[in-house]
């Protein structure tokens, strides 16, 4: 499975900005796909994740209410929605796919990973 993320850049804090994760390969072993995110000088975070069949989902509370998760399986491709975005949500942010059935918080379970895309907000 390879993933390409794509869609960052740089945003005034207020603003928004989509992610999109487009997966090739063997995607029928993909069950749960996940966005993470690294800020300088911080170790890797879960964001949010969804079940590439289904409609289960799981975000952080850091994002909650201001992120949506989504999947076009159609297109194989995943997307974040972030609006209201702050200074403290500038990082690199990593698209992940899983095979295991449980929408996961942890990297160490997500099997693939995209290149990251970098976001930055200003204040």
């Known amino acids: 499975v390879q993933l390409q993320a794509s869609g960052g850049g740089l945003v005034q804090a207020g603003g928004c900005l989509r992610l999109s994760c487009a997966a090739s390969g063997r995607t029928f072993s993909i069950d749960v796909l996940g966005w993470f995110r690294q800020a300088p000088g911080k170790e890797r975070e879960f964001v949010a994740a969804i079940k590439w069949l289904g409609r289960n989902t799981d975000y952080a509370g850091s994002i909650q209410g201001r992120f949506t998760i989504s999947r076009d399986n159609a297109k194989n491709t995943m997307y974040l929605q972030m609006n209201s975005l702050k200074p403290e949500d500038t990082a690199v942010y990593y698209c992940?796919?899983?095979?295991?059935?449980?929408?996961?918080?942890?990297?160490?379970?997500?099997?693939?990973w995209g290149q990251g895309t970098q976001v930055t907000v200003s204040s």
């Open positions: 992940a796919a899983a095979p295991s059935s449980v929408v996961s918080r942890l990297a160490s379970n997500y099997n693939y």
